[in-house]
Protein backbone atom coordinates (compact mmCIF):
# COMPACT_ATOMS: atom_id res chain seq x y z
CA UNK A 1 0.00 0.00 0.00
CA UNK A 2 1.18 3.79 -0.62
CA UNK A 3 1.52 5.70 1.93
CA UNK A 4 -0.01 9.42 1.83
CA UNK A 5 0.49 11.98 4.13
CA UNK A 6 -2.13 14.19 6.24
CA UNK A 7 -2.95 16.73 3.45
CA UNK A 8 -2.22 14.37 0.41
CA UNK A 9 -4.51 11.75 2.27
CA UNK A 10 -7.37 14.46 2.55
CA UNK A 11 -7.50 15.74 -0.81
CA UNK A 12 -7.49 11.86 -2.15
CA UNK A 13 -9.35 9.98 0.40
CA UNK A 14 -11.16 12.64 2.35
CA UNK A 15 -11.56 12.71 6.46
CA UNK A 16 -12.52 9.34 6.83
CA UNK A 17 -9.27 7.70 6.27
CA UNK A 18 -6.50 7.81 8.73
CA UNK A 19 -3.40 9.16 6.70
CA UNK A 20 -0.52 6.87 6.51
CA UNK A 21 1.62 9.85 7.52
CA UNK A 22 0.31 11.68 10.00
CA UNK A 23 2.08 14.75 9.82
CA UNK A 24 0.96 16.63 12.99
CA UNK A 25 1.27 13.36 15.08
CA UNK A 26 5.24 13.30 13.84
CA UNK A 27 5.32 17.04 14.49
CA UNK A 28 3.83 16.40 18.26
CA UNK A 29 6.96 14.02 19.26
CA UNK A 30 9.83 15.62 18.01
CA UNK A 31 11.74 17.95 20.08
CA UNK A 32 12.79 21.11 19.15
CA UNK A 33 15.56 21.47 16.42
CA UNK A 34 14.86 17.24 15.68
CA UNK A 35 13.66 15.88 12.37
CA UNK A 36 12.33 12.87 11.38
CA UNK A 37 12.85 10.87 8.05
CA UNK A 38 12.49 7.71 6.05
CA UNK A 39 9.00 8.31 4.88
CA UNK A 40 7.98 9.27 1.31
CA UNK A 41 4.14 10.88 0.85
CA UNK A 42 2.96 9.28 -2.66
CA UNK A 43 1.23 12.26 -3.79
CA UNK A 44 3.31 15.23 -2.63
CA UNK A 45 6.97 13.51 -2.40
CA UNK A 46 7.23 14.59 1.34
CA UNK A 47 10.45 12.74 3.01
CA UNK A 48 10.88 14.29 6.12
CA UNK A 49 9.31 16.88 9.23
CA UNK A 50 10.73 18.71 11.30
CA UNK A 51 10.46 20.96 14.07
CA UNK A 52 12.34 23.93 14.44
CA UNK A 53 14.19 25.42 17.81
CA UNK A 54 11.03 28.01 17.66
CA UNK A 55 8.93 24.75 17.42
CA UNK A 56 7.65 25.68 13.83
CA UNK A 57 6.17 22.64 12.01
CA UNK A 58 8.51 22.16 8.21
CA UNK A 59 8.61 19.79 6.26
CA UNK A 60 11.31 18.49 3.26
CA UNK A 61 10.18 17.76 -0.37
CA UNK A 62 12.04 14.88 -2.76
CA UNK A 63 11.45 15.19 -6.91
CA UNK A 64 13.11 13.60 -9.38
CA UNK A 65 15.34 16.14 -11.40
CA UNK A 66 16.36 13.63 -14.21
CA UNK A 67 18.14 10.91 -12.53
CA UNK A 68 18.81 12.72 -9.51
CA UNK A 69 16.77 13.11 -6.48
CA UNK A 70 16.96 16.70 -5.23
CA UNK A 71 15.48 17.73 -2.07
CA UNK A 72 13.63 20.72 -1.61
CA UNK A 73 14.49 23.63 1.81
CA UNK A 74 12.35 23.19 4.62
CA UNK A 75 9.71 24.79 4.03
CA UNK A 76 5.79 25.69 5.41
CA UNK A 77 2.84 22.61 5.42
CA UNK A 78 0.22 22.72 7.62
CA UNK A 79 -0.01 27.18 7.05
CA UNK A 80 -0.63 25.91 2.82
CA UNK A 81 -3.01 23.72 4.14
CA UNK A 82 -5.44 25.53 5.70
CA UNK A 83 -4.47 28.21 3.23
CA UNK A 84 -6.10 26.10 0.37
CA UNK A 85 -9.25 25.02 2.80
CA UNK A 86 -10.42 28.94 2.92
CA UNK A 87 -9.82 29.63 -0.89
CA UNK A 88 -12.35 27.20 -1.49
ZN1 LIG B 1 1.65 14.40 0.59
Redesign the pocket.
Known sequence: MKD??T??SLEIFGKEREPE?NIEQMFEALQPGFMTTGML?E??G?VAVTRTEDNELKVVYSEWEGEELIYSEPSDYIKKLQNNDTDE
Open positions: YCKCLCGCL
